[in-house]
Structure formats: C-alpha cells, structure tokens
C-alpha cells in the first residue's frame, strides 16, 4: 500500500470546542451523526482520523462507523484540499484524448495520489468526470481557472505559475 503524503494535522483549540459544542448539542438528535461531520468539515475543511475519532468518542459509538459515512459519502474529504486544487478531467471524451497520462503525470510531478495535498499544502489533486469543457479534451482545472487541450509537455509551465 502506498504511503499517504498529506499536510500534519494542525486542528486548534477553538475548531475542537466548537466541535465538541456541536456534537453536545446534537448527540440526542436522531440521525445526528450526518450533520455533525458536515459541521466537523465546515470547521476543519476536511476529517481526518483525529477529528474522526472526537466525533466517535463524542457520540460513544465506534469509529468505523465514522469512517464508513466520511468514505461512503462524496461530500465528505478525508484529506485537505491545497491552496491550489488541481482537478483531472477523466470523462471520456477527456480521456480517449489522454487526460489518463495527464493525471497519472501529476502525481509523479508532485509526488502525490488523486486525492491527497502535498505536504507543503500548495496543491491538492483530483480527478473529476466532466468539467463541461468536451471541445477542449484533455481538459483540467486549478481552482478556477481551465487549461485545454493538454498534453504532458505542457504541465511544467502550468505549475510553475503557481509556485
């Protein structure tokens, strides 16, 4: 198994009692588990294992429980998203014209799996299934801004914007 690079958790004194607050005031709620990880992520911008575990040990219910929404639901990120949040086109028409090479490209370049943040922060990495820019194949994002027609030559440049 691969080893996960991704930004220390660096969660504050305030976000935990203002979790823990939440999770006082909704813990006798059915169904409050849902909302109390939305709120989490709302705080952290993200749930990793520590603000999992806070959540599990506040509602006396087992992590994997946790776990098993926070991975089972889209919505929710177990890893931080970077300052600059690249997102790889993998819809077909992205990916009969090579975004696959694209993405696997990325990963090599900032020594990162889709889905995790460098560990300086700066970039985050994901793929996605269509961006609505089809004409443009191989298409991807950072943050806002798109960039078509790719090819890996290319992505030297586009970073090196960011950095």
Request: aromatic fraction near 10%; glycine fraction near 10%; include cysteine.
């Amino acid at each position: 198994m691969a080893e996960v690079k991704s930004v220390p958790f660096r969660g504050t004194k305030a976000q935990e009692e203002e979790l823990l607050q939440t999770i006082e005031e909704l813990k006798d709620e059915q169904g409050c588990l849902m909302p109390i990880m939305q709120k989490a992520q709302d705080i952290y911008g993200y749930l990793p294992y520590e603000v999992q575990k806070l959540i599990a040990e506040g509602l006396d219910i087992p992590i994997e429980k946790v776990y098993g929404v926070a991975t089972f639901y889209s919505q929710f990120n177990l890893y931080p998203k970077g300052k600059y949040q690249i997102s790889v086109c993998l819809g077909t028409a992205c990916y009969v014209k090579g975004s696959g090479e694209i993405f696997n490209k990325l990963q090599s370049k900032l020594g990162i799996a889709g889905g995790e943040c460098t560990p300086d922060g700066k970039f985050s990495l994901d793929a996605c299934r269509c961006v609505g820019a089809c004409g443009l194949a191989p298409v991807m994002m950072v943050n806002d801004e798109v960039y078509g027609r790719l090819t890996p030559d290319m992505l030297d440049d586009i970073l090196a914007k960011y950095k």
